[in-house]
């Protein structure tokens, strides 16, 4: 991938590929593998590597435009490599020299990463249960397979791979891991001993790690955001990164993360929009009342269709402002720079949701009745976007807007902002 134009012109075309058979393989839940492999061979899940490491380091407006095209295809199909992208970034900041040759050396062979982050049952989404062990010294893979095999459990060493000092025990349940059940590698959510953050990078392959496609959520059908288990998966030094040091100072990691979840709100409600538009301007009936031939002459339906593009170009305009703010501050990152990108993204990503759910949502008014045949499976716009939205409460965005608006509050450092 040689730079920002052509990853465009590539998301561009994928965006067409992935949109030609998206109803389908949501009617049937019908998981995107071929596209997601077509995806990594095309290059794209690279164009983030630094361009000292091979990749094209593109910008975030370039990146949030990629998200968007691509959601304007297939909405759960952008919503799988959301996490291979902040992961990358999470190696850009934190990751050891070493770490950073080798894993920007994988994202550019293709391979990918899911996530494991979320669980279920805990008192809020920042209780991370998992747990990050140390191996004692001189203790190694094939004891800890030993052990876990004479307590019944699945295993989870990795013979050869580490072991002994300088490894890891990783333990927990991780639920919503959307991308894990076709990544090659698992980046893992847990904590230390002393409590502190650490990120996982685990082979999809690993003893111990199980991976179940039960995710049943009405919208997103095939993002295959289901639950991933690790029984005393043994984790190298090597493969650990110390991910609560991303948030001493200054960063930029919630609002890249943000910005590629508003990318894709705007994405569906682009999608919605041309969907309805084609609909009403092939099919639909033109109310009697109206006195004219098509229904896309009926003024009515002009007004609402003008209001609706009103809304997704705020939501398009919005996600560029953001992008640039974050492109802005990756060039001079300091705490006023990081605030003012992570409140211009909380602005966007609100004005996509509202802009997702509510054009999804009117296609079946301004279409009319036949748009609600199941066979058509337009709804998958609205139960994606009213999926997709729940990641994080936009009232809150609202919030952290209004604090800094109104008394110059900077947001709090975290992932979700």
Not at 164 to 170: A, I, P, V
């Given at each position: 991938?040689?730079?920002?134009?052509?990853?465009?012109?590539?998301?561009?075309?994928?965006?067409?590929?992935?949109?030609?058979?998206?109803?389908?393989?949501?009617?049937?839940?019908?998981?995107?593998?071929?596209?997601?492999?077509r995806?990594?061979?095309?290059?794209?899940?690279?164009?983030?590597?630094?361009?000292?490491?091979?990749?094209?380091?593109?910008?975030?407006?370039?990146?949030?435009?990629?998200?968007?095209?691509?959601?304007?295809?297939?909405?759960?199909?952008?919503?799988?490599?959301?996490?291979?992208?902040?992961?990358v970034?999470?190696?850009r900041?934190?990751?050891s020299?070493?770490?950073r040759?080798?894993?920007?050396?994988?994202?550019?062979?293709?391979?990918?990463?899911?996530?494991?982050q979320?669980?279920?049952?805990?008192?809020?989404?920042?209780?991370?249960?998992?747990?990050?062990?140390?191996?004692?010294?001189?203790?190694?893979?094939a004891?800890?397979?030993?052990?876990?095999?004479?307590?019944?459990?699945?295993?989870?060493?990795?013979?050869?791979?580490?072991g002994?000092?300088?490894?890891?025990?990783?333990s927990?349940?991780?639920?919503?891991?959307?991308g894990?059940?076709f990544?090659?590698?698992?980046?893992?959510?847990a904590?230390?001993?002393?409590?502190?953050l650490?990120?996982?990078?685990?082979?999809?392959?690993?003893?111990?790690v199980?991976?179940?496609?039960?995710?049943?959520?009405?919208?997103?059908?095939?993002?295959?955001?289901?639950?991933?288990?690790?029984?005393?998966?043994?984790?190298?030094?090597?493969?650990?990164?110390?991910?609560?040091?991303?948030?001493?100072?200054?960063?930029?990691?919630?609002?890249?993360?943000?910005?590629?979840?508003?990318?894709?709100?705007?994405?569906?409600?682009?999608?919605?929009?041309?969907?309805?538009?084609?609909?009403?301007?092939?099919?639909?009936?033109?109310?009697?009342?109206?006195?004219?031939?098509?229904a896309?002459?009926?003024?009515?339906?002009?007004?609402?269709?003008?209001?609706?593009?009103?809304?997704?170009?705020a939501?398009?305009?919005?996600?560029?402002?953001?992008?640039?703010?974050?492109?802005?501050?990756?060039?001079?990152?300091?705490?006023?720079?990081?605030?003012?990108?992570?409140?211009?993204?909380?602005?966007?990503?609100?004005?996509?949701?509202?802009?997702?759910?509510?054009?999804?949502?009117?296609?079946?008014?301004?279409?009319?009745?036949?748009?609600?045949?199941?066979?058509?499976?337009?709804?998958?716009?609205?139960?994606d976007?009213?999926?997709?939205?729940l990641?994080?409460?936009?009232?809150?965005?609202?919030?952290?807007?209004?604090?800094?608006?109104?008394?110059?509050?900077?947001?709090?450092?975290?992932?979700?902002?």
């Open positions: 991938m040689a730079d920002d134009a052509e990853a465009l012109a590539l998301a561009r075309e994928l965006a067409d590929e992935f949109r030609a058979e998206a109803a389908e393989r949501d009617r049937e839940r019908r998981l995107p593998r071929a596209e997601l492999d995806l990594s061979a095309s290059g794209l899940l690279g164009v983030t590597v630094p361009r000292a490491h091979g990749g094209a380091d593109v910008s975030a407006r370039t990146l949030a435009e990629i998200f968007r095209l691509l959601a304007t295809g297939d909405a759960s199909l952008a919503q799988i490599p959301q996490s291979h992208f902040v992961y970034n999470v190696l900041r934190q990751g020299p070493a770490q040759e080798f894993f920007f050396g994988e994202v550019l062979a293709g391979r990918r990463f899911g996530n494991a979320s669980e279920a049952g805990t008192k809020h989404v920042q209780d991370i249960r998992t747990r990050l062990t140390p191996l004692p010294d001189g203790a190694d893979a004891d800890a397979t030993g052990d876990a095999d004479a307590a019944g459990g699945t295993g989870g060493a990795r013979a050869g791979d580490a002994g000092t300088g490894s890891y025990l990783l927990g349940e991780k639920h919503y891991s959307t894990a059940l990544a090659d590698w698992i980046p893992v959510l904590r230390a001993e002393d409590e502190a650490h990120v996982a990078y685990v082979p999809r392959d690993a003893p111990g199980t991976v179940l496609d039960d995710w049943d959520g009405m919208g997103q059908r095939t993002t295959a955001s289901g639950t991933v288990r690790l029984a005393d998966v043994v984790v190298p030094a090597d493969r650990v990164v110390p991910h609560h040091l991303t948030f001493q100072g200054p960063q930029l990691h919630g609002a890249v993360a943000q910005l590629l979840h508003a990318a894709i709100d705007a994405g569906i409600a682009s999608g919605a929009l041309a969907e309805a538009v084609a609909f009403v301007r092939t099919k639909s009936r033109p109310w009697f009342e109206s006195g004219y031939e098509t896309a002459e009926d003024p009515l339906l002009i007004q609402r269709f003008g209001e609706l593009a009103l809304q997704v170009r939501a398009e305009a919005l996600l560029n402002a953001a992008a640039d703010a974050v492109d802005a501050a990756s060039a001079d990152l300091t705490d006023d720079s990081a605030a003012e990108a992570s409140i211009a993204v909380a602005a966007a990503k609100v004005q996509a949701a509202e802009a997702a759910v509510g054009t999804s949502s009117a296609l079946f008014e301004v279409a009319g009745t036949r748009a609600a045949l199941d066979s058509l499976n337009l709804n998958r716009h609205w139960r976007a009213r999926t997709h939205t990641h994080d409460p936009v009232r809150w965005k609202v919030q952290h807007i209004g604090r800094y608006v109104l008394s110059g509050t900077r947001p709090p450092r975290h992932g979700l902002l």
